[in-house]
């Protein structure tokens, strides 16, 4: 038995040598396609549980069995796995190549580029095939819905209309909201200075840390462009053209001519002690006709018609390895939904690339853009469409157009102004940006970048005797307008990149200086005696105001920047910036704006290995501030005014002191954010996003400071106070579906945001608290833009007033057994008062809350509204199946609250008088007893009416939805082409709101949204 155990002992101890005789040790090192050490990545022996993970130099050993058919497979998360067959290997050197997920895409970010997945700071980028989905003449527009923070509010919807830009929330009380945009390294005016198609990049810098560098007017944040270069090879001809069609929606009716009559009826009644008079004491001949004959003017039809809007772009692209050029023409046309409004426009850019040595490069790009407008006053048009009176004759019996449709001198024919108003607006922008490279060693370059850009504004305006100003005051009058600006720019840029082993280095320095001139002239001319000459017979009028203007500011700045990055882990950030602006007092004319940013890529770590779905996770935070200028050319001085006075006989011009006291201490508003993201991406980043959780404090705030008039001035620019934004932001992207022939993707964006005020001018009356500034609706923890008023409890019902009566039409009071009916009784026994009026309180009035219950409405009734809705988001989904794709964009904003001007305002008929047309509602009247709107009245408005105007403006809204074709390859090679692709697209199809307007985002008077539907097409040469 012993001799047994023996025996098989010996036989174990033979096969494990034979075993060990039969491994060998395979050796190499795992880097990045940039010689970068990968550290923690995994060696396995696939189909067996042998593996290992490189070390912190990116090195490995492991033992295989020798001379094996076996594979090792090599992966790290965010690169592409790689197998080799170990056969007689021993050493293994391998460069892996990152995945194709996003994280390896170059962003630019100021005077620079990062790879997507070293960026630390809050940068969102926008792929410019998504943006130009939203196929509009708005590059503006483009933006909505696809950046988390980013809120897009169309303010005019007409031919040559833009939207604003708010980012992260209002941070000035008086200064400017909107970003700056940067293109190609160089300040432009507005995005839509740009031509959509030249886009082939857009980033929003979010926090201070990626603003940091541009210092001066960051502080709203920073759009980069970056537009179409040349490639190498041979020439590439693009064509990418639509034409649409474009159509008025509103959410609102207003009364026909049978409704119309009975508001005015309802309007008379109120007024002659609730009894229904006659017709003929209430209508004129053109109303009586139109109410017998049962007809009705429809504005809307008449005034709001279908219009066309088209895009055509045309590109070339060629190149070889010393020289590169892109050359990008477009042209716009949109013809408004309001008759005569229309728009035209062309660019063209041209950008050059020429390396003229192997350490010297020099560029240029340069655009020239031009457009021609006609707009005759669209504000007051759109308002009469709402308030003009159905009832009456559009024409005249000789077929001109009746002044007065319904001979009620409110009421003003619209079509009138469309043909007696002529506004011509002629726009050039011209930009011309060239630069020079230089690099005389590896990691080093220097940049010279100088730009010119100029803007030129020419407006014609002409109002004949018988549009509606020339109708009210007998004459024609016109004006004429001039304005130019021209901005300088010159940047010595300093860069260096280095890495010493694992450890990356890039260092940056910038000087800055700029000038911007603008000068305006103007001509206003009244009481012009005929319109034989139009626009040219200004020189005729009795009256003319020539008003001249012209300023200069200049901005100096300095940057440096260091980031940091070890072995694709650790990464810091470190920004400071020092900005001279003219516009400020001579004390404080530079602000310093330092940043700092740290990022972890904890998916990189070692003890991140076995967690195999996991293919990104990073943790990033930063601090610092960036500035705002908010203040205008000589805004910190005391100015003087042009007086004129008598000698003699003769008029001289003098000058006084202005009203504003001058202020040598004025500086810059400043922004200081704090940011936390967690980055993370699952399963090959097919599932991946970001949530973001800032808090951006603003100090020094640019006000006018009121002053007592006795000491010579009224005001004073001054500094003050603090504003608070912080919000939660998140972003959500999903490849759900990826197979060879269907891919389907989905994203989502949430953002919420509070605004609110910290600090105003202290404790002045010393009760311990912060002090509200209650006449400019400031007040301490509220937001900036608020509404102040009372609440409405809806309409003083006659049972309320008169309990247990009935209403007699013929006397027109509430009777008990034919007798007026005593007013009700409060808890203390007196006769109910409306607190409102301090008067016994009528049915169909407003009712008013008593908020504090003394008997009366004054301030303290007050509730404070936010203007500032709860969140907004956006959903999108996209799908490709062969050569079919389809995507849809659904964009909300929720918790808004506007004041609807529609609701309660005279001049936008909303006060139920009688004498304008106006948005149709449930209004009171003794046989209709509505608690919604009060009972119309002809002899003035409703007491309390102002405060029925807040109105809830959450939408959602169908966005767009594109259709498009593309076709195979083999096609498109057999009609000689590259590239072929139809596309149909619906915009602003569908929005669910209860806002009556015709949009729940834009102002009562503003240009109407319309819905489009275009058809594209897009081809290669």
């Not at 990045?32 to 042998?50: E, F, I, R, W, Y």
């Not at 005077?111 to 130009?132: C, F, H, L, N």
């Not at 943790?619 to 008598?646: F, I, K, M, T």
């Not at 949530?691 to 004073?716: M, P, W």
Request: net charge neutral; glycine share 10%; proline share 4%.
């Amino acid at each position: 038995m012993l001799k047994k155990k023996i025996t098989f002992s010996l036989f174990l101890c033979f096969c494990s040598i034979l075993a060990f005789a039969q491994t060998k040790t395979v050796t190499g090192k795992i880097t990045s396609a940039d010689n970068t050490p990968l550290s923690g990545a995994t060696v396995m022996l696939k189909n067996s549980t042998t593996s290992t993970t490189t070390g912190n130099k990116g090195t490995f050993s492991i033992s295989v069995p020798a001379n094996s058919s076996g594979i090792l497979v090599i992966t790290y998360v965010g690169f592409e796995s790689r197998e080799f067959e170990i056969g007689e290997l021993t050493t293994l050197d391998v460069k892996l190549t990152e995945t194709s997920t996003g994280l390896n895409e170059v962003v630019v970010v100021g005077y620079g580029t990062q790879k997507k997945s070293d960026i630390i700071s809050s940068v969102a980028s926008i792929k410019p095939e998504k943006a130009t989905r939203n196929a509009t003449l708005d590059v503006g527009e483009m933006l909505r819905g696809k950046a988390a923070g980013v809120m897009i509010t169309t303010s005019d919807a007409g031919p040559n209309g833009s939207s604003n830009i708010l980012i992260r929330g209002r941070s000035s009380i008086s200064g400017g909201t909107a970003p700056i945009v940067i293109a190609d390294g160089v300040r432009i005016g507005s995005i839509n200075d740009l031509n959509p198609n030249d886009i082939a990049g857009i980033e929003i810098l979010k926090d201070a840390a990626a603003q940091a560098i541009y210092g001066a007017r960051a502080s709203n944040g920073v759009i980069l462009i970056t537009t179409k270069r040349g490639k190498t090879g041979k020439l590439s001809v693009n064509y990418n053209g639509y034409y649409g069609t474009q159509t008025a929606k509103r959410n609102f009716d207003v009364y026909n001519g049978q409704e119309f009559a009975q508001l005015k009826r309802e309007a008379d009644r109120a007024v002659n002690r609730n009894i229904m008079r006659s017709d003929a004491l209430i209508f004129s001949a053109d109303e009586l006709a139109a109410i017998s004959e049962n007809r009705s003017i429809d504005w809307s039809g008449e005034i709001l018609k279908p219009a066309s809007i088209q895009n055509h772009d045309l590109s070339f692209s060629a190149g070889n390895e010393k020289t590169k050029i892109y050359v990008g023409g477009n042209y716009q046309h949109m013809t408004g939904i309001v008759p005569t409004t229309n728009t035209n426009k062309g660019t063209v850019r041209v950008n050059i690339d020429q390396v003229l040595t192997s350490w010297l490069k020099a560029g240029v790009n340069t655009s020239f853009q031009n457009s021609v407008s006609s707009d005759p006053g669209v504000s007051g048009i759109v308002r009469q469409i709402v308030t003009a009176s159905p009832l009456g004759n559009i024409y005249n019996a000789d077929g001109s157009y009746n002044v007065r449709p319904g001979g009620n001198q409110e009421s003003f024919n619209p079509l009138l102004n469309l043909k007696e108003t002529q506004n011509r607006v002629t726009n050039r922008n011209d930009i011309i940006n060239i630069f020079f490279d230089v690099s005389p060693i590896k990691g080093f370059n220097y940049r010279l970048n100088t730009s010119r850009r100029s803007w030129n504004f020419k407006e014609l305006n002409y109002n004949t005797k018988l549009s509606e100003s020339g109708v009210a005051n007998g004459f024609a009058n016109g004006s004429i307008f001039f304005q130019e600006n021209v901005e300088w720019l010159v940047e010595n840029i300093l860069s260096y990149n280095t890495r010493i082993r694992s450890h990356n280095f890039n260092f940056t320095l910038v000087g800055t200086a700029s000038e911007q001139d603008y000068y305006s002239f103007r001509n206003s001319a009244s009481k012009i005696p005929n319109d034989i000459l139009g626009i040219y017979g200004l020189e005729a009028a009795m009256i003319n105001v020539p008003d001249i203007a012209g300023n200069k500011r200049r901005l100096l700045t300095g940057v440096s920047r260091i980031i940091y990055d070890y072995a694709s882990k650790y990464s810091a950030q470190i920004t400071y910036t020092g900005n001279g602006s003219s516009v400020f007092g001579t004390e404080n004319k530079w602000g310093f704006f330092p940043a700092v940013a740290v990022g972890w890529n904890i998916h990189r770590e070692k003890f991140m290995s076995n967690f195999k779905h996991l293919s990104n996770l990073k943790l990033r935070a930063s601090y610092g501030s960036a500035g705002n200028e908010a203040n205008g050319p000589y805004g910190s001085l005391s100015l003087a005014n042009q007086v004129d006075y008598l000698f003699g006989v003769d008029r001289i011009s003098g000058y006084t002191p202005g009203s504003t006291l001058s202020n040598p201490m004025l500086k810059w508003e400043t922004s200081t954010t704090l940011n936390f993201a967690l980055d993370f991406g699952l399963f090959g980043n097919r599932l991946s996003g970001t949530v973001e959780y800032y808090n951006k404090r603003t100090t020094d705030l640019l006000v006018n400071r009121q002053l007592n008039a006795s000491i010579g001035y009224t005001s004073q620019p001054y500094n003050i106070g603090e504003i608070e934004n912080k919000g939660l932001e998140l972003q959500i992207d999903a490849i759900a579906v990826d197979k060879k022939d269907l891919k389907v993707q989905a994203g989502l964006i949430f953002s919420k945001n509070k605004n609110s005020i910290i600090r105003l001018y202290g404790d002045l009356n010393g009760d311990g608290r912060e002090d509200d500034d209650v006449g400019n609706n400031w007040f301490i923890g509220q937001p900036i833009s608020i509404f102040r008023q009372p609440k409405y409890l809806g309409v003083w019902q006659a049972l309320e007033v008169y309990p247990g009566s009935t209403f007699n039409s013929a006397t027109g009071k509430w009777e008990i057994n034919g007798v007026q009916a005593p007013v009700a009784l409060d808890k203390n026994g007196l006769p109910i008062v409306d607190p409102f009026t301090g008067r016994t309180p009528v049915p169909g009035s407003v009712k008013i809350e008593d908020k504090n219950g003394d008997g009366k409405i004054n301030a303290d009734d007050n509730y404070i509204t936010s203007q500032n809705p709860d969140w907004m988001g956006s959903f999108n989904l996209s799908a490709i199946y062969k050569g079919f794709d389809i995507s849809v964009d659904i964009y909300t904003v929720q918790g808004i609250i506007r004041n609807n001007q529609f609701l309660y305002d005279y001049t936008a008929g909303g006060d139920l008088r009688g004498n304008r047309n106006g948005i149709k509602v449930d209004y009171w009247t003794p046989e209709n007893p509505s608690n919604t709107y009060p009972q119309p009245n002809a002899g003035t408005s409703p007491p309390g009416m102002t405060n029925l105007g807040l109105q809830d403006a959450s939408y959602w809204r169908l966005q767009n939805v594109t259709l498009g074709y593309t076709f195979s390859p083999k096609v498109v090679s057999r009609l000689k082409l590259n590239s072929l692709r139809f596309y149909a697209t619906g915009q602003n199809l569908l929005t669910i709101t209860d806002y009556q307007a015709y949009s729940p985002e834009q102002d009562l008077y503003a240009y109407p949204m319309t819905r489009n539907f275009i058809f594209g097409l897009k081809l290669g040469l």
